[in-house]
């Protein structure tokens, strides 16, 4: 039986100005690695350039304290809407879950910037888990941006 598509959604509140992290994201992730120490050891780029789509990054980075990597593509580039989308390639998620893609989306309502975490995904395999832990991880890499940036 083929799996059905999932989604899951996260919104956090981001006070350091929603320009400076989407900017971060797309056109200078490698200051992940000094932002986020315990949770981004290394981003590189396999092909293309930082901010252009179809470039593809491979990453390494923890989550729940274990070591995983990943190779993305840069799918989805919106500057006007604050908006980035990664389809993974390959790497420890794409065991346990196909189709997946990862969005950060940058809004303002109110005067406050949230940034809204979106993770779609078919499960491999019925008994696997669903991904709380990894939105869990992207949630707290939103906050520890937001926390080197304030100091």
């Known amino acids: ?21 989407h900017h971060l994201m797309c056109y200078n992730p490698r200051h992940l690695i000094n932002a986020t ?13 930082f901010g252009v789509n179809g470039s593809v990054i491979e990453w390494s980075y923890n989550v729940d304290g274990k070591p995983q990597t990943a190779k993305q593509v840069l799918q989805d580039i919106d500057k006007e809407k604050k908006q980035i989308s990664w389809k ?14 990862i969005t950060a989306h940058v809004e303002t309502k109110n005067g406050v910037d949230f940034v809204t975490w979106t993770v779609e995904y078919e499960l491999t395999a019925p008994e696997n888990p669903h991904p709380m832990s990894f939105l869990n991880f992207v949630i707290g890499l939103a906050k520890d941006i937001e926390s080197h940036i304030f100091g």
């Open 1 to 21: 039986m083929a799996s059905l598509p999932n989604k899951l959604i996260a919104q956090v509140a981001f006070k350091a100005a929603g320009d400076i992290f």
């Open 37 to 49: 120490p315990d949770k981004i050891q290394d981003c590189k780029m396999y092909q293309g350039d």
């Open 88 to 101: 993974m390639l390959e790497g420890d998620l794409c065991e346990l879950y196909k189709d997946m893609v």
